[in-house]
Structures are given as C-alpha cells and as structure tokens.
C-alpha cells in the first residue's frame, strides 16, 4: 500500500517563502501530485513530478526526490489568497490503483 | 471547461433515508471517484470506477453503494443514512490515461442526516 505524512498546519507571513513537505511510503508509484483546496471550495490540480526535481509554474514549484522518498511544494511571494489546504498524492504502478492523498495542510498566510 | 457537477451542494436527510448523490462530468473521462471529506481525516476514497457498469471498493466503502450506468454519470447511494455518514462528498473524474491521474473535483455535496 501507499502512505503520505505532510504537517497538518503551517503559518507564514504575507511576501515570504514557504515549503510543505510531504514524505511517502510506496512499494511503487508513477509520480507525486499537489493540489490545493480553499475553504468550502473543491480541490484543484497544481503541479505533477514524474521524475526527481524540480517543477515550476509561476510563484509555485513542486520537487520530488525518490530515494528519499520525499516531496516538497514551495511557495514563493506569498500571497493572502495562497491560504487554503494543500494535498499530496501519489498514484501507484502495482495495478490500476487510484491516487492516494495525504491529509493535507492548511496554510495560513498572514499579514 | 472542464467541469464536474454534483447534484446539491447542501442536503439535510434523517436517519434510515435513502440519499442518491449524483454526479455527472462533460469531459468524456473513464475514471470516476467518490470520495468524502471530514476535518483531520483528508479525503477518503469511497468507490471509483474505471468504465461503465464497472465499480470497485476503495477504502471505506462500508454503508454505501454505487452506480454507472452512464459514462458521464457516477451516482453515490446510501442505502440507509446514518448520522456518522454526516460529512462533505466529493466526486472526481480523470482521463484514463496518464500516469499522474490528474483528478478534476466537483464542487462538493454537504450532506447532513439528522
């Protein structure tokens, strides 16, 4: 089976740089997704790394490395709309297994 | 646009009802998800499908059935509400294809039962 553990809250301040970690167990997987849910909303599709590094897209980056079995989503210029949850979740490659989702961590930008 | 619709976004039902949560998605997409989501516990897999008709288990299935008759059409049942089925509902659809199996969500159904 797959698990994921990322920190259930983290706090930051407006303008700075945060980083969400996500460390994994899987006997096997495709790649590492993030997704981001704001209070009330559905959750939305950031950012994928098949392969080890880094991915940008704009003031988000995602990273992955597999032999440490950890990924981290970086946050740059934050902003107070960037407050929300944000999902790790890994697809697995035994089987047509679906995604699996850590718990998720909110952010709370402050000013 | 993509799009995932769900039937209600907010539902007060009793106990022992019967409760279809519908969910219905214009992308073509062979993959279908349900899911529900409580404070702490993150998003729970209940049943996905992978083509019509065809149905399977995810994590806590227990209490809750499915249907797909249709390729853009995934309806969840509770056969009879329980209070501890009280929570949000999430459906989701992905392309069969590709590896990363990027889900798109619905809006969510806030299901209370009294």
């Known amino acids: 089976g797959q698990s994921l553990e990322q920190p259930s809250e983290v706090t930051a301040v407006e303008g700075a740089i945060v980083q969400i970690n996500c460390t994994y167990q899987?006997?096997?997987?495709?790649?590492l997704s993030w997704y981001q849910q704001h209070d009330g909303g559905a959750p939305t599709f950031l950012s994928y790394?098949?392969?080890?590094g880094l991915e940008e897209t704009g003031r988000f980056s995602s990273f992955l490395s597999r032999s440490d079995s950890y990924g981290y989503l970086l946050l740059q210029e934050l902003q107070m709309k960037d407050s929300a949850s944000y999902f790790c979740?890994?697809?697995?490659?035994?089987?047509?297994?679906?995604?699996?989702f850590g718990k998720g961590t909110r952010l709370s930008v402050i000013a | 646009d993509v799009k995932v619709t769900q039937s209600s976004r907010y539902l007060v039902k009793r106990t022992g009802e019967k409760v279809f949560l519908e969910c219905v998605q214009d992308?073509?997409?062979?993959?279908m998800f349900w899911y529900r989501q409580d404070p702490g516990l993150g998003l729970r897999l209940i049943y996905f499908?992978?083509?019509?008709?065809?149905?399977e288990k995810g994590d806590i299935p227990e209490g809750y059935s499915v249907s797909r008759e249709k390729k853009e059409r995934f309806s969840l049942i509770l056969e009879s509400a329980s209070t501890n089925q009280t929570s949000m509902y999430l459906c989701?659809?992905?392309?069969?294809?590709?590896?990363?199996?990027?889900?798109?969500f619905g809006p969510g159904t806030r299901l209370t039962v009294l």
């Open positions: 989701a659809s992905s392309p069969r294809q590709g590896m990363g199996d990027t889900q798109y």
């Open positions: 899987t006997s096997g997987f495709y790649g």
């Open positions: 790394n098949g392969l080890d």
């Open positions: 979740a890994l697809k697995g490659n035994l089987g047509n297994t679906p995604l699996v």
């Open positions: 992308m073509d997409h062979e993959n």
């Open positions: 499908s992978y083509d019509v008709k065809m149905k």
